[in-house]
Nanobody
Framework: QVQLVESGGGLVQTGGSLRLSCAAS????????MGWFRQVPGKEREFVAA????????YYADSVKGRFTISRDNAKNTVYLQMNSVKPEDTAVYYC?????????????????WGQGTQVTVSS
């Protein structure tokens, strides 16, 4: 059974930092593309960042480029999202997702597995 478990969310002040983690089990993690998405009530889930199987290629939404960093540790079956210089508009539930294909997608449709999400709230 595939499980993706996010952690590290919480309340942070504007300009602060937070690191999200997503621990995966039940899948060939080192062969998966991993992504982070976020969603606020009433809006569609939006792409935040993605990373290919070996970490050699990363992709970011324009809104987070230069502030967020995605990384992975295949030995620990874990993907991370380092969030720096956070803004109130970063407030959302953050989800990690896994895709068993080779192509790195920046849309949610192709991703096969999803975590339960972790809330990030940025206070102004």
């Amino acid at each position: 059974q595939v499980q993706l478990v996010e952690s590290g969310g919480g309340l942070v002040q504007t300009g602060g930092s937070l690191r999200l983690s997503c621990a995966a089990s039940g899948l060939a993690f080192s062969r998966c593309v991993m992504g982070w998405f976020r969603q606020v009530p009433g809006k569609e889930r939006e792409f935040v960042a993605a990373i290919n199987w070996n970490g050699g290629r990363t992709y970011y939404a324009d809104s987070v480029k230069g502030r967020f960093t995605i990384s992975r540790d295949n030995a620990k079956n874990t993907v991370y999202l380092q969030m720096n210089s956070v803004k109130p508009e970063d407030t959302a539930v953050y989800y990690c997702a896994a895709d068993s294909s080779i192509v790195v997608y920046t849309t949610s449709g192709p991703y096969d597995y999803w975590g339960q999400g972790t809330q990030v709230t940025v206070s102004s």
